[in-house]
């Protein structure tokens, strides 16, 4: 069991928290303290001292524990977060349509709104320049007046409606066309004899002379046409 504190002990204690500093014992206060002999000290002096070392030690603390900024960055700049290159923003409709258009240029030999007419022409200018007449599985419905896919084609949805013409592979067959697909200004039900559809203008250009001589008024439509799927 520890010995019961002494009123010298008492004493020390109450002058170190009423002076903030410890006083220095004297023989009374303890038997086996040496003698110390100390100069008078003033307490209000101590107690300014001690409140400015705390104050400082505070201080350098608070700038210690403070965050640092990042001296290379404008406080208005915030750092930019890395982007997920799986959250791209899908293509709207018109730019996938704008990426599936193509220029053509198309070789027109005549047009007109009268089926029996024009068809008859068409047949005709296949004999004379050796080429194919292609209806590419459409018929004459005579009670719309149309040139539409026929009803034995395989192309239900389009079936007995019109479908257009829109490239041409290796060959370069006659058609009859509508006219007001390729060029909104044009009379409507009006039947064009269509000799070609060609990527390059320059093509075109040549492939059109051959026919120069008996269709004078023969010409070149250039057309931005959707290659992509109508079904």
Known sequence: MSPPISPATVALLKGTFESGFLPVPTPSETEC???IT???????TKNTDMHRSLLSFLFLLALACSPKKNETMNPKETEAKPVDSTLETPPTDS?????????????????STNFKTIRALAEKTAND???AFDTIEK??????????????????????????????GDT??????????YDE??????LILMAGIFSLS???EEYINKFREKFPKAYILQKEIYMGCMH
């Open 129 to 131: 320049y050796n080429l």
């Open 95 to 111: 730019e996938t349509i704008d990426e599936e258009m193509q220029t053509a240029f198309m070789v027109i030999l005549d047009s």
């Open 202 to 204: 320059l093509e075109a």
């Open 172 to 181: 370069h067959p006659l058609s009859l066309e509508y006219q007001q697909w």
């Open 33 to 35: 303290a040496p003698a």
């Open 185 to 190: 200004k044009s009379q409507e039900k009006n």
């Open 38 to 44: 100390t100069k008078p000290t003033n307490t209000a």
């Open 139 to 168: 018929q004459y419905y005579p009670e719309k007046n149309l040139w539409g896919v026929a009803v034995w084609s395989e192309d239900e949805m389009y079936r007995g409606e019109y479908f257009p013409r829109r490239s041409d």
